[in-house]
């Protein structure tokens, strides 16, 4: 069957035009699993790579459970932004949604002014694939993105298992939005996601809950305190605001502006990105390797076996690991 062979040219030209049906053509590309498309995504991305306006662009992650107000306050953000010229675009990291088929981030709906303005662009998160896979799939639809001109990229995602690192690693801040918790409740968040913070906002510090966010964004500025040295480059402050009448954004956007001018006078801006694309790199090394020691034909046959004996104890599992080993090389 022959395959109408795509442009890659005349895409990449129409993409930093930013007309928006060439944009989600090639975002499905760089999502799709598909050999010729994979192959052409690589391409595309090549040509799109150098762009100048990539160097001016904030990435930014937000993190939060369900119900914290992650898509109140990205809608608010988002047009808070837009109105000071900027555009705007909304990525989602949601590993559930591969098996759910469906993804509560990033959904449209969840977005309802900005979803519906022009300098906006809002992508819910790839359905296909593994953890690696989705964000694979986002850091090469970021790349799409800034080449369209957004200069403001928000990745979103849910804290659950390796969601959080996974966008932590791709973008220049990261953000982790709770609800007032004082003391002992404090104790129920974890300390994983703190350490991952570039910022952490206490959300819907609005109405009877105001003082109650204060109070706890002191508390939880004093646990930063102990999981970051005082002279480490930048202490991650804690904030308060509300998603829903906008208060505290304004403060929250001067944050992230202020980490990315702390980083960038230390030379640590550009580091940071460069450090994040060879990480990335191997990442993926990773992940192939493990794919392809499973689908080797040779290590299939013997698996078995060699797992019968490790459990009858005639096989130590140093022993096993070796073996295993050398099928896949031979393979
Ligand atoms: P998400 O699941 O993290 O995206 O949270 P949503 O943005 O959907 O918000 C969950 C609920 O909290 C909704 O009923 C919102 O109206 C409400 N909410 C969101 N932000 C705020 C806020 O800043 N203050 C108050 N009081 N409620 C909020």
Redesign the pocket.
């Known amino acids: 069957v022959a395959r109408r062979s795509i442009d890659v040219a005349e895409l990449a030209a129409a993409v930093r035009d930013n007309q928006r049906a060439a944009l989600a053509r090639a975002i499905t590309l760089v999502e799709s699993t598909r050999a010729d498309h994979r192959e052409a995504a690589q391409r595309l991305l090549l040509e799109l790579t150098p762009e100048v306006g990539a160097a001016e662009s904030n990435r930014v992650g937000i993190t939060?459970?369900?119900?914290?107000?992650?898509?109140?306050?990205i809608d608010t953000l988002g047009m808070y932004l837009i109105g000071q010229g900027h555009r705007v675009a909304v990525l989602a990291v949601d590993p559930s949604s591969t098996r759910t088929g469906g993804s509560?981030l990033g959904d449209k709906t969840?977005m309802a002014r900005l979803s519906v303005e022009r300098e906006a662009y809002i992508r819910p998160s790839p359905t296909a694939g593994t953890l690696g896979g989705v964000a694979k799939a986002t850091r090469e639809t970021i790349v799409l993105l800034e080449a369209a001109g957004y200069d403001v990229i928000l990745v979103e995602t849910v804290g659950v298992g390796q969601s959080e690192v996974t966008v932590a690693n791709m973008v220049d801040a990261f953000c982790f939005?709770t609800l007032a918790r004082t003391g002992d409740q404090l104790q129920g968040i974890k300390k994983g996601v703190l350490e991952l913070a570039d910022l952490v906002a206490v959300?819907?510090?609005?109405?009877r809950?105001e003082i109650e966010a204060r109070t706890a964004a002191r508390e939880l500025q004093g646990a930063m305190r102990l999981i970051h040295p005082r002279d480490s480059l930048w202490r991650p402050p804690v904030l308060t605001?509300?998603?829903?009448?906008g208060t505290g954004l304004d403060t929250f956007w001067d944050t992230v502006l202020e980490h990315r001018r702390v980083l960038t006078e230390a030379g640590e801006f550009a580091e940071k990105r460069r450090r994040q694309q060879v990480d990335w790199t191997w990442t993926m090394v990773h992940e192939q390797l493990l794919r392809r020691l499973a689908d080797s034909p040779r290590v299939k046959g013997i698996r078995g076996q060699i797992e019968d004996r490790i459990r009858d104890g005639s096989l130590t599992p140093a022993l096993a690991a070796e073996e295993l080993l050398r099928a896949f090389d031979e393979s």
Not at 64 to 73: A, I, M
Not at 203 to 207: E, I
């Open positions: 939060g459970v369900p119900g914290v107000g992650k898509s109140t306050f509560i969840r939005l959300n819907k510090a609005d109405g809950h605001m509300s998603g829903l009448n």
